[in-house]
């Protein structure tokens, strides 16, 4: 199996430039994830890769063998649409036999294996339908056997689940991960879907307007996001300016621009330049006002409360800015409510700041 | 107000296609059968009359013809036109209806000028000594053809438009990745998928070029008498009702027949549409 490399690919619509000197590696047989905001440039990636999409620079290889300027008929990469793109005339047995049919493949065999993808992918009874009657989860499985059957040396997925509802969602993904394991494609897949991509991915590889933020494990993208934007996506919420003072006791000593002192684990390395320290809502402690003068200390008063069914979220107002906290169910702080927060050394994360 | 009565909205409109269209068709039909004469009496006498059929199949010709050239034209501008941005793609489809703002004589005259001995194509292929004496091209059957499709093209682009249009881009990514180059993939996908496109414009091609009486009137000559011209002489120049009537109730029976021809075809090429 096959690895795809992109080498600082630059495409644009027109004079609207959308991907930027772009580098991705997905190696032979893993699953990789493209995350990304809506119009970040997933789709564009894609198309590139695909070959649908001319790059205006750059390089897309197949160990090592180029494909830039290859038609993307002669690829053979399966591309798995968001919308289906089922070829409505079209039954599903031809729609998922269209791709051996165009490798002359014999009747016989077509047969044979357009029935064997069927039956992998759970369609066999409706192999006649006409395929703009199916549902969407079917339709969907037509279009993942569509591209299965043909072999592909790479498989493309474009947001591949979003328009299942949400329970389909998680059966699809699961079965995707299946099947791509049984057949152990190397395969790019596009999302918006956090819970999705992680879930699905060896790696996943976070898109912020054209440019990759982070390419890493899923482990490692939501405990150390490597960049403000990834950690804004992965779910931290509060951010401060800090400046580095140091080492002692084997801890980064930081302080913030009210004075306030922290404390990261040295395994950290400290970026460059200006720092920023995020925290989860969820890692920082509340309790009520009571100063010990211990780094991670934060005075303020409860701002707001939401209910979020397990427990509640607060907005504290303090030196450093409002801060977004969960707190436990026992015993709800009031609006107006003065407290502490501790920030835990081990849950804060450093950041260079752009 | 009850539902029902929302239907009494229908009736001044269903009055007027009873009293223009129903009523008159009717009357044209049974005065086919009236008089003195066995009951298909005036179609066979129609039928044995040398220069009759000569000019039903004429008509026949000269309308198929004009809409499989339509087809064969209309097609690659359609697509390249439901291909184009959308801001060139109003524009182009601004320039395609165009000449049917204008009063179909005027542009069944503007042949003439252009078909004539002295016309723009024999001076310009004398000019560039292809030909030594001017061609005949005004006159008779081509120019008849060239002028309908001329007429009736814009029908034919839109309605195709109007499909293509609506036919998902992805679908011809899907094709090609699947190993289709792009030719093929444009008939396997595009072509079928746009043949309810191509029958409606095939029928109001084929409908109005059977049907048309100023072009094969000003562009035909003596030889290229069509059924719509003819009917004018039986009436207006050999005052024979009669004989008028028979051959409007054949045009009628003759475009629905076709129609349903077409139908047939398309349908059985495409079960989904
Ligand atoms: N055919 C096109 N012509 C012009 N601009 C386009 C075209 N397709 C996409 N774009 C623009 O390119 C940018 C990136 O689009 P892309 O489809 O790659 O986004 P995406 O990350 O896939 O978003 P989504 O999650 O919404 O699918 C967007 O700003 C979009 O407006
Ligand atoms: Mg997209």
Redesign the pocket.
Known sequence: MPTLELRKICAS??D?R?LTDLDLEVADGDFVSLL?E????????LRVVAGFLRADSGGVLLDGEDYTRRPPNRRGFGYVF?SYALFPHLNVFDNVAFGLRQRKVAREEVRRRVDEMLEVVGLAALRDRLSKSLSGGQKQRVALARALVIKPDLLLFD?PLSNLDAKLRVKMRVEIRRLQQEFKITTLY?T?DQEECFSISDKVTVMNDGVIEQFDRPEHIFSQPASPFVARFVGFENFFQLRHQGMSDGRHQLVAADGTKFEAPDRQTIPGGRLLGAVRPEAIALGPAARTGQAGEIAGSIAFRTYLGRGYQYIVQTALGDLTVNGEDQQPFATGDTVTLRVPPDRMVLLGDA | MRYSSVYLLCVPALVLVGLLLAAPLYSTVAQTFGGEVALFGRYGAFFENAFNRDVFFRTLKIALITTVIAAALGYPTAYFISQAGPKWRSLLILCAVLPLLTSSVVRSFSWIVILGRKGSVNTLLMKLHVIDAPLRLLFNEISVVIGLTYLFLPLMILSLVGVMENIEDDLMDAATSLGAPRIKAFFAVIVPLSLPGLVVGAVLVFTGSLTSFTTPQLLGGDGSTVLSTLIFRQAMVLFDWDGAATIATMMVVLTLSVITAINMAARRLNPAA
Do not use: A, D, L
């Open positions: 619509y027109g609207n959308i990304g809506s119009g970040c440039g997933k789709t564009t990636t968001q947001e596009v918006h």
